[in-house]
């Protein structure tokens, strides 16, 4: 099956430059769809889209690929004239209420599941694509009025740029784990945590075959309610079921 | 004045039992208060409400102050049968849903602002005594249909946690100062990052007085748009401005 989605935990890894880390894997994603990807910029404040955008532009330049960024697309050129769209990194919560205000999570979702566009996300962007931005690690600085649901191509929740617990701290704030625990004592959805340098693969039929692929050596971890953690497969195609369990 | 308001950043502290590294400061806010206080526990999930009471009131008796949960007492009683209300410390989203639900947040508000009652807080507890929730660390488990907009006591934000930057990390999830920066990016509001073990005292008038206090060893530094962030005065009362100046 051809894989469309394509979602990172991050776009930095430390000691890489701006979306470097993971090149050779995007330049793959990438030689089936082809180009000009559509960017979305608004995880970044406003003052910041046009040079978010040129930064994404001059990463995919390498690649031989044109980005040109959705705040300066007409609407009905979106979907038409573009292969991919490509959410960036941010902050979550601007990022959907700004998707709100524009009434494009169906727009988006639609064209996706249609086979119209491919889908790259990061971080923010990778939230965004999941069930709900109740996984994201961001601060809540601005108030989405449609509620917490997001693009649901991945039917689960992810977290990105997601850090094992740290024994040693002394720091009293919930460690990553615990806030997932939480998560859990309210909602039933798997969350694959996703550690920085990972990346899942899809196609658009995630939501009814629930076929993953996670590459990138850091890998990832999944919870469900009621079960101990576990390391994701890494670098092989399998199916992850509504509770939680590899099969 | 009158202290009549008492925010902690945290009831843990490394090395220390529960609220046991702010036991003197909770024992001198408490001896011209009295008791007994009444005890919120939604920060934490349903089922252990009781058990989270019970803890709390574990704590107060060694101080000889009494303690019941609120989701126990007749709401009639809340504002007329006992000294203060504490709200302890849990996931924010979940204690601001619960409040809305419940629609106590406007009595809350006007009790503590009338003296029937003090107001305790602890982490989430914090959050809630301030303008909105829009600086918690905590993962948004899930959506207040209401808004994000809290007690308006300390008519300012609050960071509790507040954890300074670690040049040495190698973790690209954004620190602590960039979170606050964002907040910045579309709020004007000064928040004050209060470390771990430190707590603020004010009287009910801080939002005409805008005086307080900052007591504890770790301290306590504020933010504001477009000025460097700078350490607040610790253990004397000072005024903040609206701008985020200390007068």
């Known amino acids: 099956m051809k894989k469309s989605i394509f979602l990172l935990s ?16 995007i330049q793959s ?3 089936d769809i082809g180009g000009p990807i559509v960017f979305v910029p608004f995880a970044a404040a406003r003052e910041e889209w046009d040079s ?9 330049a390498t690649i031989g690929i044109a980005v040109r960024g959705l705040h300066t697309v007409d609407r009905e050129r979106i979907f038409t004239d573009y292969k991919a769209i490509f959410i960036g990194g941010g902050n979550t919560f601007r990022l959907l209420h700004e998707l709100q205000l524009r009434s494009l999570l169906q727009d988006i979702r639609a064209a996706v599941l249609d086979g119209r566009v491919a889908y790259m996300g ?30 649901n191509l991945f039917t689960y929740q992810i977290n990105p740029h997601y850090l094992d617990p740290e024994p040693e701290t002394k720091h009293k704030g919930e460690t990553r784990d615990q806030r997932i625990a939480e998560f859990h004592q309210e909602n039933s959805t798997p969350v694959v945590g996703l550690r920085e ?11 009814t075959t629930h076929k993953l692929f996670i590459g990138g050596q ?28 590899v099969v």
Chains 1, 2 share one sequence.
């Open 52 to 60: 978010y955008t040129e930064k994404v532009a001059r990463f995919f």
């Open 122 to 151: 990061s971080s923010a962007g990778t939230n965004m694509a999941t069930k709900s931005i109740c996984t994201t690690n961001d601060m809540p600085i601005v108030y989405p009025q449609q509620g917490f649901e997001a693009l």
């Open 218 to 245: 850091p890998g990832a971890k999944v919870f469900a309610p009621g079960k101990k953690p576990f390391e994701a497969p890494r670098e092989t195609e399998f199916v992850l079921t509504p509770e939680g369990d």
């Open 29 to 31: 994603f990438f030689e």
């Open 10 to 25: 991050s776009s930095s890894v430390h000691g890489y430059g701006f979306l470097e880390y993971n090149k050779s894997a």
């Open 197 to 207: 340098g990972s990346y899942i693969l899809m196609g658009p039929d995630f939501g």
